[in-house]
């Protein structure tokens, strides 16, 4: 052991540092193989003196990271040997254990987990450690380490987080620059990559560790109680800014997520450059789904005017069903406006009654308690009244949290009676799709629903096995519903939704982007069945402000509860989008009701979101081949198939003590006389609106579980309206686990 330690020590130089630290940048490429963009790589760095660097930034980082810097040897053996036997044995690697060894793989080597490196490490840290002084050791880790916001060392952190230079730097501010040394990606508050990496976890996680080590210092005597006790506020930070414009930081966000998904790699890694990574992005989608955007938000939206205006959030998604690619999206303003949440891949905005076209599916493709297990079809009749009872697989009323029997509220009074499901999807009356979830069974909704490419993690844990689940309180991005309606458009074949097809390293192509391959989520008929019944949304529902667009369409419209979201989502054979608006307070993270937004009482899904999508798919597709949808073959066994013969009056009930949705026009309002309050905007004045997509309040009881075994009798829960807050990137995103 000692002799080969001996020959290693001797055959192991220190190397050039200019050699290894040189930058390079990631480049990104658009789907045509024109250059999108370049970023990343070790370019933002000025090296500075260690009288440069505060002694609070130097006792915050050893107290942090190495208490006994200044006496050790500069290696931790036991840490090197941890990690050589992880390696060995392809568990989770580790990173250097000292400062010295940090600031010798920073400076000297690459990033990559291998056991020769981890040998190099070893031994250049021993003659370094022998070579340079501690204070030299220490600066030039500062200089090198990497905190985030594009920033490679101290002070180009300074800059980029506080707008001073390293030698300006308070306690407040050094000890928050330290903690990010833990890991920028997880406490950068900004935000990362992953699920995990929130800007509200990555806040928390930092706020924490910057207590941690401010007491940590005081343990190890870099710091004295009197001064700990004057040390009170977490910093405040500079505006983060960017030099990408447009759609471009949303776009490599999504990319630099897959290929972290792919590979492996940390977005650390990722950072330092030297991939050539091309996308799926179509620029001339992207560019017209922004257009659609900004047409409609100029014309609809003046928060100069209205207060209600502002704060509203657009969202959009463009996926091809025939294999996955995610051709556009719309994340928001721009990084350059300060806007970085991908509204594309949000978290925490609900879906509303784009959810019916799953419990649907999931009707025609299990069946439910009353056929045994024999698929059901579009033409059965379920009851569609308002405030209708809704009961358990048993056929006993469910009861709310007050202790009464539940009752389904739609958004109008109107008594429709026994209908078909066609025509409930067509007027998106929620009665008969709460009751439809629960006779089908709520966990056979959750296995379409991923099959189809809804994450599981944006399902709605609060109301998993309530029958509001039906009704679309879950979360999924613009990027998964988008995708999700692409396999109905695929005649039930499912591709997940990716964003990078190549990805060249050093001359070399790394072998993990292969196309995804398709999987058959459901029968080819199912899933035609539901296009027939979505392309009669579009013809006669909810959805017909866009039934002029001049080629084949299918799609559905979404409305919350307080009118907190509005969605729409449709397709054609050749292009499924989904389009999102919503109202966020980014200081509470939390979603605010619409309801005037645009001078109106409120918005749904037929609305503003639909007419974005006309827009943009009027464009996007003018050159296409418009294919109609495969013919539809009749489906499924028809219960209850006698219509009521006059509709009657709803019993009057109290109403449930949550939230209820804010009535819209009716089918038999009036024709309005012309006004400018309409401001071109045909649906504001068009008596002709009708159907109530508004997702409805909350049951308690619990999941009736599959078509073939009925379920205990359910048992109270709290009510709660089908509304959700929050926003950002997360498990309701485009990769669930790795999305951020």
Not at 289 to 317: I, M, S, W, Y
Not at 485 to 503: D, Q
Not at 586 to 606: D, F, Q, R
Request: with cysteine; charged share 20%.
């Amino acid at each position: 052991m000692v002799a080969v330690a001996g020959i290693g020590y001797a055959m192991v130089g220190v190397p050039n540092p200019n050699r290894t630290a040189l930058a390079q940048n990631n480049v990104f490429y658009w789907a045509d193989g024109s250059q999108m963009a370049a970023t990343g790589g070790q370019t933002n760095r000025q090296i500075v003196t260690n009288a440069e660097i505060p002694k609070a930034m130097k006792n915050a980082v050893v107290a942090a990271e190495n208490a006994s810097f200044y006496t050790d040897k500069g290696v931790d053996p036991m840490g090197i040997a941890r990690a050589l036997a992880n390696m060995a044995r392809g568990g989770q690697t580790q990173g250097g254990s000292t400062i010295t060894q940090q600031f010798v793989k920073n400076t000297y080597l690459s990033q990559e987990q291998t056991l020769s490196r981890k040998f190099k490490e070893l031994f250049i840290s021993i003659k370094v450690g022998s070579q340079l002084s501690k204070d030299d050791i220490l600066a030039g880790y500062l200089n090198t380490a990497y905190y985030g916001r594009n920033a490679y060392g101290i002070q180009a952190a300074a800059q980029a987080y506080f707008g001073v230079d390293a030698k300006d730097l308070s306690t407040e501010q050094c000890v928050f620059l330290a903690s990010l040394l833990k890991g920028p990606n997880l406490y950068n508050p900004d935000g990362g990559v992953g699920a995990n990496a929130t800007p509200e976890a990555n806040t928390a996680r930092a706020k924490e560790r910057w207590n941690w080590i401010l007491d940590r210092m005081v343990e190890v005597d870099r710091m004295s109680p009197a001064e700990r006790a004057k040390v009170k506020n977490f910093p405040r930070l500079k505006q983060k800014t960017s030099s990408l414009t447009g759609q471009t930081g949303y776009l490599i966000d999504i990319a630099k997520d897959f290929v972290a998904k792919k590979t492996g790699l940390t977005p650390e890694q990722l950072e330092q450059g030297g991939y050539r990574i091309y996308t799926t992005f179509d620029k001339t989608r992207v560019e017209e789904l922004e257009v659609a955007v900004k047409k409609t938000q100029k014309g609809f939206l003046h928060p100069d005017k209205r207060e209600k205006d502002k704060l509203v959030q657009f969202g959009a998604a463009s996926v091809d069903p025939k294999s996955g690619a995610i051709v556009a999206l719309y994340g928001g303003e721009g990084y350059d406006k300060g806007h970085y949440t991908n509204n594309a891949n949000t978290q925490g905005v609900p879906v509303g009654s784009t959810w019916k076209p799953i419990v649907l599916a999931a009707a025609m493709e299990y069946g439910t308690y009353q056929t045994q297990g024999e698929p059901l079809s579009p033409m059965a009749r379920y009851n569609g009244d308002d405030l209708l009872v809704i009961r358990n697989q048993q056929g006993e009323p469910i009861m709310g949290a007050d202790g009464k029997p539940f009752r389904q509220k739609n958004e109008g009074p109107r008594a429709w009676g026994m209908i078909t499901l066609r025509k409930a999807m067509e007027q998106s009356i929620n009665s008969p799709f709460a009751q439809l979830g629960v006779d089908v069974g709520l966990s056979k909704t959750r296995e379409v629903a991923k099959s189809i490419g809804i994450l599981p993690e944006s399902f709605d844990k609060a109301n998993l096995n309530n029958v509001s689940f039906s009704l679309g309180t879950s979360t999924p991005s613009a990027i998964r519903m988008a995708d999700a309606y692409a396999t109905f458009a695929a005649s039930g074949e499912h591709y997940e939704p990716y964003s990078v097809v190549k990805v060249v390293k050093d001359g070399q192509e790394l072998p993990q982007f292969e196309a995804p391959k398709g999987s058959q989520a459901m029968e080819a008929n199912v899933a035609d069945n539901v296009t027939d019944v979505l392309e009669n949304v579009v013809k006669n529902g909810t959805a017909r402000k866009i039934a002029d667009i001049g080629f084949p369409a299918a799609g559905k419209t979404g409305t919350t509860d307080k009118n907190k979201s509005a969605w729409f989502v449709g397709y054609t054979r050749e292009l499924s989008t989904a389009v999102t608006l919503f109202r966020t307070d980014p200081a509470e993270g939390k979603l605010l009701s619409m309801n005037g937004t645009g001078g109106v009482e409120s918005i749904h899904g037929g609305d503003i979101p639909a007419q974005i999508w006309k827009d943009y798919m009027s464009q996007a597709l003018k050159n296409a081949d418009h294919k109609p949808f495969p013919e539809a073959q009749p489906l499924g066994k028809i219960i209850n198939d006698t219509p009521s013969p006059t509709p009657t009056p709803t019993e009057t009930v109290q109403e449930s003590p949550t939230p209820t949705p804010t009535p819209s026009e009716t089918l038999t309002s009036p024709s309005p006389t012309p006004s400018q309050t309409c401001n071109g905007w045909s649906w504001k004045c068009d008596p002709t609106t009708g159907g109530t997509d508004v997702g409805g309040t909350t049951a308690g009881g619990t999941d009736p579980g599959t078509s073939s075994s009925p379920s205990p009798s359910p048992s109270p829960s709290v009510s709660s309206s089908s509304s959700g807050g929050g926003k950002g990137n997360g498990p309701g995103g485009f990769l669930g686990g790795t999305s951020g």
